[in-house]
């Protein structure tokens, strides 16, 4: 794994940058923040992470370890790839994904190009309890934002697969009254009455 690279900036485009190590030209894909401030000579330091593919080999590259982290984790969202990750990044701070996701608001991420009403909620869901609010913006921690992965993990626990579990919560929780949020029993129970009767009795029998 190439954790970092550190060297002379031999290219830059809108989304990738060449830097030179030991003469060797590695091409990294970057959010436009980090293009906009590297210049051809520079010397630059980034974090970094490579996804391997069967038909590819793409470093992503990042100014810091939080940004990295924030990145990968975003690739564990369903539906989420390294560009939609790339996107998010290149729109939204750390402390603002961070926030976001404590206040379990999905507008922000709906307004990424790409990421649809469906993909911005599972963001919120299953990033919840996983990024630490922005200590210098508002604490404003949702009652979903620690019980929706529980419920997520009790539904599998019934039978339900995690990407059919994550999208059902997903998709009551918006509407959810502050009783509904109160508990994990009470919103695996407003949860439950959305998938169905039909599932229920097949997985209880």
């Known amino acids: 794994m190439i954790s970092s690279l550190r060297g002379t900036v031999a290219h830059v485009d809108a989304d990738s940058i060449v830097i030179e190590v030991g003469g060797v030209g ?15 000579g520079d010397t630059l330091h980034l974090h970094t992470t490579l996804i391997v593919r069967e038909d590819a080999l793409s470093l992503f590259g990042f100014e810091s370890r939080e940004e990295l982290t924030v ?3 975003l690739l564990g969202v369903t539906g989420v790839g390294p560009k939609s990750a790339l996107g998010i990044l290149a729109t939204l701070t750390v402390p603002q994904i961070a926030d976001a996701v ?3 608001d999905d507008a922000p991420f709906r307004r990424v190009s790409g990421i649809g009403p469906k993909t911005a ?10 990024i630490v609010a922005s200590a210098t ?9 620690g019980i929706a992965p529980q419920v997520v993990q009790a539904l599998v626990g019934l039978g339900w697969s995690e990407r059919t579990a994550t999208e059902a919560v997903a998709s009551v929780v918006d509407d ?18 959305t998938l169905g009767p039909a599932r229920k009795e097949s997985v209880g029998g």
């Not at 590695?26 to 051809?40: E, G």
């Not at 909620?121 to 996983?130: D, E, M, N, P, Y």
């Not at 913006?137 to 934002?145: D, I």
Request: a positive charge.
């Open 176 to 193: 959810a009254t502050a009783a509904d949020l109160a508990s994990v029993a009470a919103l695996l129970r407003l949860t439950l009455s």
């Open 102 to 104: 404590a206040s379990d």
């Open 71 to 73: 990145f990968t984790q």
């Open 137 to 145: 913006g508002p604490a404003r921690a949702s009652g979903s934002a």
């Open 26 to 40: 590695l091409t990294v894909a970057i959010a436009p923040q980090v293009s906009h401030a590297a210049h051809v």
């Open 121 to 130: 909620k599972l963001i919120v869901v299953q990033l919840a309890g996983k």
